[in-house]
């Protein structure tokens, strides 16, 4: 009897430790399914953070071999040839009556567009037209402006100054003449919205921003007549390269201008939108535009020749695209070795046709696969 009671009293005991067991692996499961640690690893993993010496299939990775020799004399940018951005007239305050053709180019006194029935022609300076001018205005830049673009239409016989005296007022009234005006309207008085004015002379109607009959609409917009050349870089391309720098340009029709860069910005301005940043950038003009304008806005290279002595040295070579950028403008990169990733800081040299000179990396040597985005 007590035998079988003894029995029974174990029987009870393993039937508790089987539901303890039970329980305590269900609350595991349930706390795994609310912290889900895997996701943590996996997040690890992506940021690299757990890749030293953690077994992967590597066979998923997109690899480059690591090279050793003297990276390209040069460097070769995607660029385009294009006018500078484009900028908006000021608004027409009353009816418009005829507007412009997108890519026609406009001079001095020549008609931007129709207002009221009337032609207002092209001037141009850096200041903006503010006030009406007559023999009772007080001196002003305004008023050297105005003689400035009469004299370049030949309408004004004196040096251009800051006071507006009958010899002015006459040369505005020749000016109201020929634009069809009469009576009253030809009195020799300067109203700043009888013209549209750009910063210089000639522009290029880029696009037409409003339609026949608007009021207080803006009616076109416009860049200047010249053509550049301008390329993205990198921020190592953008410390390596200045203004002045050879270069050579390579058109449509694979002929080649020699020249020298005209500017290199290294970027950074705010744009405006989102928290964007400017990229830098380098920038080739051309004082003769014969050499160009026959193209337009079209895609182009850009040639630098790499002047550094670097250019010379036989180094590591890596794709651009293995720089894995951390904070603190360091790099790295990221080897298989066997199974796993390791990740090596390294610092960089020159950059030329998607491809990084490696000046120091303590463990990678020519042969390695690299990791390649």
Known sequence: MARTQTRRIGMRRKAVTLVV??????????????TKPWDAIGRLIASGQATNG??????????????????????????????DKA????????????????????DTGEQVYEMDGVPVPLFHGERPFWRTLDTDAADGPDVT?????????????????????????EAVRQWQLSLG?????????????????????????????????ESNAVPASYTNVT???????????????????????????????????????????????????????????????????KFGPTTVSLVIPNTSGQSTVETLIVPVTAIIASAGSTYAIDVVRGDRLERIPVEIGLVANAQVQITKADGLKEGDKVVIS
Not at 21 to 34: E, F, H, Q, S
Not at 259 to 288: E, H, I, W
């Open 181 to 213: 005006l009469t009576g009253d309207a030809a009195s020799g008085t300067f109203a700043p919205t009888s013209v549209a004015l750009a910063p210089a002379a000639p522009i290029r109607i880029t696009t037409v921003n409003a339609k026949l009959g």
């Open 54 to 83: 953690r077994t992967i299939d590597v066979t998923t990775l997109r690899t480059a071999q690591v090279t050793r020799g003297v990276l390209d004399a040069e460097t070769r940018l995607g660029a385009t040839l294009r006018y």
């Open 21 to 34: 067991a039970v329980i305590v692996v269900i609350a595991l499961a349930a706390a795994c399914m609310v």
């Open 87 to 106: 900028n908006d007239f000021a608004a027409a305050p009353g009816m418009i009556t005829q507007l412009p053709v997108a890519g026609k180019q406009i």
């Open 227 to 293: 053509l550049h050349v301008e390329a993205t870089l990198t921020a190592t391309q953008a410390a390596t390269f200045k203004a002045g720098d050879k270069a050579q340009v390579v058109l449509p029709d694979n002929t080649t201008i020699d020249t020298t860069l005209t500017a290199v910005d290294q970027g950074g301005q705010a744009t405006g939108t989102d928290g964007q940043v400017t990229s830098p950038s380098a920038r080739v003009d051309f004082p003769d535009q014969s050499q160009v304008a």
């Open 145 to 169: 402006q105005l003689e400035e673009n009469l004299a370049e239409l030949g309408l004004f016989a004196g040096e251009p100054d800051a006071h507006f005296d009958w010899t002015t007022r």
